[in-house]
């Protein structure tokens, strides 16, 4: 019980510092801007897409340099049921992707920590978090799965050359059985000329040795 009481603590301290939102100040266009940020071990291009698609849900967003995004008159009802003029600007920062977000009112207010907005803006951009965190496992599963089927057409690949090896041993062990046969009939063919050769060579070694005969009795048969 225990086990499982620190591994939910450890959990919930584990989401809460991937998503922590602080407030501050950046300046974007050479104008400094007070709002909120945080960051996330996502790449910072696939956060640039993801917040420029979210951000357009609420107004024309307007794509500056240095990944920063604007919108006037933002229509965000979560934070606020008046107009917002949305500065934000996404950058690597230290090894994270860093995401910083301003919400302006006309007055030149701006939410902050003491603001009595904050809690909204900081779910806003928290849930932000969560949505590109769960983009981000996507990816990540993705590319685990176009892996494995990589790995199993080099497995299916290397399947199909033994299958076509088996085949063309088969072909050779069939060709050396059909040679080993011929070769079998030939020796047999030459055991059978030696043997009839050997009675060729005795047979004409007797009739040598009988003309050899008839040779010397026609000698003899000669006038002296």
Known sequence: MKKLL???????IGKSAFSQVFTGTLEVDRANKEGLYTTVSVDEKYVKESWAQELAKYGRVEDGRSGV???????????SSLPLMVVSRVFYDKGRTKIFVSFGFEDQIYINGGHSQYPQAEKFLNNFVDLITQQENVRIQQKALDDINDKQKKFAKTGDKLVKSIEDNKKEKERLLRKIEENGVALEKLLSDVEQNKKDQIKIQEEVANQQ??????RTKLPK
Request: charged fraction near 20%; charge should be positive; hydrophobic fraction near 50%.
């Open 69 to 79: 995004y604007r919108i006037t008159g933002a229509n965000i009802p979560s934070i």
């Open 213 to 218: 005969k008839k040779l010397e009795e026609a």
């Open 6 to 12: 620190i591994l939910s603590i450890l959990l919930i």
